[in-house]
């Protein structure tokens, strides 16, 4: 009978444990990272009465005969479930959301304890604390590497008030851009530019560039127009170019009587057309027969090139000339005559009036009195102006002895000059046409920009003779560096196409420059550095030169600052490309900047402190470290949201958020407690219910012995 009184004060009393456990939950439901606790029952050990006994022979076998003795609260257990993330307006509040607790201390690192409640300030000493005062542990950035090491021991996070950064010199400058390589471009500019100053006093080959350089690039295969159409200049395509129209006079009178023209020209594709006349009669004068010669002639001026006319002395005598302007693009350009039956009064002889003018990549110009080849404009030029020069008019056997001047502007235009004043100077009678033979195609855009220059121009003139403007195809990219002091310099990277090769790719000249007086090379201009880049015929980046320069401030900053370009990598698209599309700069960074003031902080994923400061830069200035456990529920509560390592909690696991099974942060977030207050008060219900009962099993058992006591009576 006393058995069941002790069972029921023991339910009473293991009752009332889970009272107070459900009750410790109830009232922590806005606990920040609060984890709710369960009471767990177990039944005390039973009075046995009868063991069991086996099965022998017919009689069966019995179970024991056992009478339990009551229940008790065994153990505890936390339940360690996610609680719900609610966001926050601080920015350094942070949520766990996953495995995980934060390592705070009370005493600078020597001891650890752990927590989930993320509610961290900053204190008047710039200690990352929570509400305890406990200043949480992580790592902080190395101040010679820039880099916060989570491999390194764990400390303090600790930001000092008022943090400055200081400047940081530029150490890369990255691009990416796309150069056009199609045949129709919106980014160009003039070929080349006129140097400052008075111009060289005898200009030869090769020509120089702005700056009093000799020119190394300028391909006009791979220049355009004023609107910006390739040229895609083939190997010999060109001009025929003359600077005079050329006569070839008769010296023999035509005679009359019978007499006919049989005369052949020579074209200047090596083949022949002969013109013949009839109707020759004995009574014809001498100006009946140079008038039908004439008129031959002059039928054939399309193929030929050559006009006749007839010219009268004293006598009178009559006497056939022949003329060349090279006027017809069709026609032959050159006066090359055989008088097959001497007696035409036509001259035998071979006159030139025009050379060609042929683009070849791999040769260079050609001196005066042939065709002549050229690869870059300045080639050109040089051979337009040799040959302007080379006309000996006074007969001395000298040249040049003329004032003629073949000159580009900064507009990319060929200009020619005849101010006259020397003794071979003569009035020019330009004339271009288009080149084409067997084989050979006219390029007509390049004949078009040339035929513009088409003029005469007496000796002593003023007046001046223009082409059209020759392109190249350009693009530029600009950034601010910065050098020791956080000054800004301005880094221009121009881009200028200046060859094709078919089996490879392109090579666009590169040049690179800073404003006075910083420098970036060691020789003149100090501040402008060339090179060039190279594409394969896919349009990946080949090579590029330099791959970096030495930049010097001159204002006292440190100098030989060595930055580094970066283009991309070799036979890759993650940088420069030349794709048949615009040229446009996608991306250009650097890396350094000038010194600021701590602004702001803000925390990501990774539980890293991300300081912003005034200058606009934004960087890591600790990293708040996680730690977990093999068995959570081992960890012992301190109070104060604070738990403590155990001997059944296993030892701290250390590392960074999100790795190793270890959650992640969010900041301005806190972790709300996991009670769950429908659950808890249900719980309430079940524990009153079964503390009730208990109380029942007293109250029976009591009346039970007051029946047995009455028994007496």
């Not at 300030?121 to 990352?128: I, L, P, S």
């Not at 020759?280 to 008129?295: P, Q």
Request: negative net charge.
């Amino acid at each position: 009978m006393l058995k069941s009184l002790f069972s029921g004060v023991s339910g009473l009393q293991s009752h009332q444990v889970a009272m107070d456990v459900e009750s410790n939950n109830i009232a922590n439901v806005n606990t920040t990272g609060f984890k709710y606790s369960r009471a767990n029952f177990s039944d005390l050990l039973a009075q046995t009465k009868a063991i069991a006994t086996a099965p022998q022979g017919q009689l069966g076998g019995k179970n024991p005969v056992q009478v339990g003795l009551g229940s008790s609260a065994s153990s505890m257990t936390r339940i360690f479930s996610q609680g719900s993330v609610q966001n926050s307006d601080k920015n350094t509040d942070v949520a766990i959301q996953g495995d995980g607790f934060f390592i705070i201390s009370p005493d600078g690192g020597n001891t650890y304890k752990y927590t989930r409640a993320g509610d961290f300030k900053f204190d008047a000493g710039g200690n990352f604390v929570d509400n305890n005062g406990f200043i949480a542990q992580g790592w902080l950035r190395d101040p010679v590497s820039g880099k916060v090491d989570s491999t390194a021991p764990i400390t303090d996070i600790n930001i000092p008030p008022g943090l400055t950064t200081p400047a940081s010199p530029t150490q890369e400058v990255v691009l990416k851009a796309n150069l056009n390589s199609g045949s129709q471009i919106e980014s160009f500019s003039p070929a080349y530019q006129v140097p400052a100053g008075p111009p060289p006093a005898a200009p030869t080959p090769p020509a120089i560039d702005e700056n009093g350089n000799p020119i190394a690039s300028g391909d006009v295969g791979v220049m355009f127009n004023e609107t910006g159409e390739a040229f895609s200049l083939q190997k010999d395509q060109g001009i025929w170019a003359s600077f005079q129209n050329t006569a070839l006079n008769g010296t023999t009178a035509v005679s009359g009587g019978a007499g006919e023209l049989d005369v052949t020209f020579t074209l200047d594709d090596g083949s022949t057309k002969n013109i013949t006349t009839t109707g020759g009669a004995a009574g014809n004068t001498a100006a009946d027969n140079a008038n039908r010669y004439v008129s031959a002639i002059n039928a054939q001026s399309a193929v030929t090139g050559v006009s006749a006319s007839v010219r009268v002395t004293a006598g009178p005598n009559y006497y056939i000339d022949l003329l060349n302007t090279n006027s017809n693009a069709s026609a032959s350009h050159n006066i090359n005559f055989t008088d097959n039956n001497g007696n035409s009064g036509v001259p035998s002889a071979t006159v030139t009036t025009a050379y060609r003018y042929q683009y070849d990549p791999n040769s260079s110009a050609t001196a005066a009195g042939s065709d002549k080849k050229f690869t870059t404009l300045a080639d050109l030029r040089y051979a337009l102006e040799q040959e302007a020069q080379a006309v000996d008019t006074d007969g001395d056997g000298v040249t040049p002895e003329s004032n003629i001047t073949v000159s580009i502007n900064d507009q990319g235009k060929f200009v020619i000059t005849n101010p006259g004043g020397a003794d071979d100077d003569y009035d020019i009678s330009l004339n271009i046409t288009g080149l084409s033979a067997a084989g050979i195609s006219e390029n007509e855009r390049f004949t078009r920009n040339m035929q513009a220059l088409n003029s005469v121009l007496p000796a002593g003139t003023t007046g001046k003779a223009f082409s059209q403007s020759f392109n190249a195809a350009t693009h530029s990219s600009s950034i601010d560096i910065f050098d020791s002091l956080g000054s800004k310099h301005t880094l221009r990277m121009e881009f200028r196409k200046v060859a094709v090769d078919t089996s490879t790719g392109s090579t666009w000249a590169m040049k690179v420059s800073v404003p006075s007086p910083a420098t970036i090379d060691t020789v003149a201009p100090f501040n402008e550095k060339t090179g060039s880049i190279r594409f394969n015929n896919d349009g990946s980046l080949a090579t590029y030169n330099p791959p970096n320069v030495s930049f010097s401030g001159n204002n006292g900053s440190a100098p030989d600052q060595q930055v580094s370009l970066s283009f991309g990598t070799a036979n890759k698209f993650d940088g420069m490309t030349s794709f048949d599309s615009r040229s446009s700069t996608s991306g250009i960074s650097q890396d350094g900047y000038t010194g600021g003031d701590l602004v702001g902080i803000r925390i990501d994923q990774s539980g890293t402190l991300v300081g912003s400061f005034s200058n606009g830069r934004s960087f890591g200035l600790a990293q708040i470290a996680m730690a977990k456990f093999t068995n959570n529920e081992g960890l012992s509560t301190e109070g104060g949201n604070v738990y403590i390592q155990t001997a059944n909690s296993g030892d701290p696991i250390i590392g960074t958020a999100a790795t190793s099974g270890r959650g992640f942060i969010q900041s301005a977030a806190l972790e709300a407690s996991n009670v769950d207050l429908s659950r808890a008060l249900t719980q309430l219900i079940i524990i009153q219910r079964g503390f009730q009962a208990n109380g029942k099993t007293i109250t029976t058992s009591d009346q039970l012995l007051q029946t047995l006591i009455g028994l007496k009576q």
